[in-house]
């Protein structure tokens, strides 16, 4: 079975501040890997995600994300971010067992200060 | 193009009763998904349905149901809710399993519905 572990439950950095948020995954098939992000009161928003190809993953907002497959990890990074950033993210794995299904993390709350 | 859209928002409903909880997903998108997410957690996995028929299911007990109409939108039912089932309940929705290459999809999600149970 698949899982996913997020090391951080909550990360505090100051704006303008680069911020990485730890991902760790298990699973004995290749995997599919995505970060969401949830606002308050709000569904997810898909930030990145990475099916194949190059390790290292652009995505929405400034985010970025690299697939390292020796250490299954995914961790997102961010070189700067906002008071805007201030939300919880999720890591996120999916394996094609015959249909989509999205294993999630415990979600890590990032707080960004002036 | 709208996105993934749920209703209702919010809903309270009492121990013991049964919510239907409705989405729309993206037009042209075929799977829809549920999801719950318990306050502090991440989402799990409920319901995945695909050209209106089930293809996957979580673990969850058979209160829970859930259907997928020719217009492809999607609801969700819950009987006999109890005070555990108070969640935000996400709907998802894709183009299909995958694409001319053979790779997964990424999910849309809707903003969720919010049901307290008293």
């Known amino acids: 079975a698949q899982s996913v572990t997020q090391l951080d439950s909550q990360v505090p950095v100051f704006e303008e501040a680069p911020v990485e948020l730890r991902c760790n995954y298990s699973?004995?098939?290749?995997?599919?890997l995505f970060w969401y992000v949830q606002y308050p009161n709000q569904g997810l928003q898909l930030l990145l995600k990475y099916l194949s190809g190059s390790t290292l993953v652009k995505g929405i907002n400034g985010f970025e994300a690299e697939f390292n497959k020796s250490q299954t990890s995914f961790h997102l990074r961010k070189p700067s971010v906002h008071i805007s950033d201030t939300a919880e993210y999720f890591c996120?794995?999916?394996?094609?067992?015959?249909?989509?299904?999205?294993?999630f993390g415990t979600g890590t709350r990032l707080l960004v200060s002036p | 193009d709208a996105g993934v859209t749920q209703s209702p928002t919010h809903l309270i409903k009492t121990r013991g009763q049964q919510v239907t909880l409705r989405c729309s997903p993206i037009?042209?998108?075929?799977?829809v998904s549920w999801y719950q997410q318990v306050l502090g957690q991440g989402p799990q996995f409920i319901f995945q349905?695909?050209?209106?028929?089930?293809?996957g299911r979580g673990n969850f007990p058979d209160r829970f149901s859930a259907r997928q109409f020719p217009n492809y939108s999607s609801e969700l039912n819950v009987n006999a809710l109890l005070l555990g089932d108070s969640a935000l309940y996400l709907c998802?929705?894709?183009?299909?399993?995958?694409?001319?290459?053979?790779?997964?999809?990424?999910?849309?999600f809707g903003s969720g519905t919010r049901l307290t149970v008293v």
């Open positions: 349905y695909y050209e209106k028929e089930e293809r």
């Open positions: 998802a929705s894709s183009p299909k399993w995958t694409d001319e290459d053979g790779r997964l999809y990424g999910y849309t």
């Open positions: 996120a794995v999916s394996v094609d067992t015959g249909f989509q299904k999205l294993v």
């Open positions: 037009s042209g998108h075929k799977s």
């Open positions: 699973s004995s098939v290749s995997v599919y």
